[in-house]
């Protein structure tokens, strides 16, 4: 609740993401209408599903920070405030992640809703069946978000050990950009490179929740995969935790 | 002008050079970085023989056209976009009372030599696209003018969005869908877009004249939306107005800016 209210401060900066996103959003959808109408059925989408797929992409940027940090923890390990974190009694890890839930929530209103709505306006998207379909999307939006927070945990702790994180950020974004089917849905990618990105946990956070939204996949393997990406992430989350507090201890702080 | 321009980039490339490991890796970075977008390019031709008309070498001209001219405005230009991050510290207050433009000061502050990444990734694709296109050479004068024109547009593009800021100053994020979609609007042929979209970036924000209409004529290729053929070589005009009213935008931000005060 608290990292909710704290991104709650800055609506116009959430405002003006939405505003790109949509922008972006028309974009891509007219160069996935070129592609779907030169190749209709591709990937087992019609043009319909592609310009959801496109929408919804969009809308996953803000809730999963697709484009990386989220969590400010990187920036207290460079200025030595994580050492303060580490001697909290909450775990550090626990409270990083429920200020980016509280994060993910609010953007999700802000900056995923409006622009699906414009683009639903503008080009008309798919809508789900039934109430089971959507909740079952719901429950898949939170499993991304914790595959999200999960890598970008450890990427932020990664500080610890190299101290300019600038490269490592970058090198996630690459990946995080294309694996996660943000570039291109990643059932259009070709041979082994498509099962390859399928498989990464990257998957979890665009592709995956978009076709459980659009019911091409099998729910209970999607959310499996997904939920088993975060429970390792986390996993690894928790050993660099323990690592980088005995770290902090030898460097005296 | 240009004399401190050069001077105080120098100044920060050194800065940037203390660390050059970081330095090489955000180079490469921000090199694979924009090479995902023509990975998408060749993922959908993959799938597909022409996209709106074009096939891979043209799209990819158009790609490599667009892109050298983005990066050039992004690497000289492109930082007047953090203008609300100075605001908000006030470190805007600072730059005023130098004996510098406040323009040239934003353009090269933190000059940042990574941008290069983006620079060279794009005139590759261009050396690429252009031997498999065979442009008769009483076509391809156009293309370093269009690669002008194009940079001049877009840094017009950057200075309204840092303009804007002066007013928008929580919300720098809008500058960024007329910058940076922009760039992603003109790495496609236009004939994707919907007519109205065309529209309004041919006579309104004309960002159809950074390779669009000038790329036809390169190409030789029908306009698909039927607008006169004169529109091919009108990109010097586009971006003469262009960048007239993006100066004059920002000195009329400039003259309304308020500090915060802290």
Not at chain 1, 43 to 61: E, H, M, N, P, R
Not at chain 2, 41 to 54: C, K, N, V
């Amino acid at each position: 609740m608290y990292g909710f209210r704290r991104h709650s401060t800055y609506r116009a900066a959430a405002i003006a993401g939405a505003f790109t996103n949509t922008v972006f959003g028309i974009l891509r959808a007219y160069i996935l209408i070129a592609l779907w109408e030169a190749r209709p059925g591709l990937a087992g989408y019609d043009v319909a599903d592609a310009i959801t797929f496109c929408f919804l992409s969009q809308a996953f940027i803000g809730p999963m920070q697709v484009f990386g940090g989220g969590l400010g923890l990187a920036e207290r390990v460079r200025t030595g405030d994580a050492a303060v974190d580490l001697v909290r009694p909450a775990s550090l890890q626990f409270w990083s992640m429920a200020d980016d839930l509280g994060r993910a929530l609010y953007l999700f209103l802000m900056r995923s809703i409006p622009p699906t709505l414009i683009g639903a306006a503008l080009f008309g998207i798919v809508v789900p069946a039934g109430p089971l379909t959507w909740l079952l999307f719901a429950a898949s939006v939170v499993a991304g978000v914790l595959v999200s927070f999960g890598v970008r945990y450890l990427v932020a702790l990664s500080a610890c050990w190299i101290l300019d994180d600038r490269g490592i950020q970058s090198l996630s974004l690459v990946l995080c950009l294309f694996f996660s089917g943000m570039v291109v849905p990643l059932n259009i990618m070709p041979g082994w490179l498509g099962t390859v990105a399928n498989a990464l946990p990257w998957a979890a956070m665009v592709q995956v929740p978009a076709d459980v939204y659009l019911g091409k996949t099998d729910v209970a393997h999607a959310l499996g995969f997904q939920l088993g990406w975060a429970a390792v992430l986390i996993a690894l989350g928790a050993l660099a935790t323990r690592a980088a507090r005995r770290k902090v201890v030898i460097q005296g702080g | 002008m240009v004399r401190t321009y050069t001077l105080l980039a120098w100044t920060w490339l050194r800065a940037g050079a203390q660390y050059p490991l970081s330095m090489a890796l955000l180079t490469i970075g921000t090199f694979v970085v924009s090479a995902l977008d023509l990975i998408a390019i060749w993922i959908i031709f993959e799938h597909t023989g022409t996209l709106g008309g074009f096939t891979l070498p043209e799209v990819m001209f158009l790609y490599g056209t667009a892109m050298v001219s983005f990066s050039l405005a992004d690497l000289l230009f492109g930082n007047v976009d953090k203008l609300s991050a100075h605001v908000r510290a006030g470190t805007f207050d600072s730059m005023l009372i130098r004996p510098v433009s406040p323009f040239v000061q934003m353009a090269v502050d933190r000059f940042a030599v990574q941008r290069l990444g983006k620079l060279v990734q794009a005139v590759v694709v261009l050396v690429i696209a252009l031997p498999q296109l065979d442009v008769p050479s009483s076509r391809v004068w156009m293309v370093p003018v269009m690669v002008f024109c194009g940079t001049v547009i877009f840094t017009a593009v950057f200075t309204l969005g840092g303009a804007l800021q002066f007013l928008l100053t929580d919300a720098p994020e809008v500058a960024n869908a007329f910058t940076y979609g922009g760039s992603a609007l003109t790495q496609y042929p236009l004939s994707v877009y919907g007519t109205d979209l065309v529209r309004g970036v041919t006579f309104v924000l004309p960002l159809a004249f950074v390779n669009w209409q000038p790329g036809l004529f390169v190409l030789g290729h029908e306009d698909p939306f039927g607008l006169p053929y004169w529109l091919r070589f009108a990109a010097p005009l586009a971006a003469l107005l262009l960048g007239a009213i993006s100066a004059l935008a920002w000195r009329a931000g400039l003259r309304r800016y308020r500090s915060t005060g802290s």
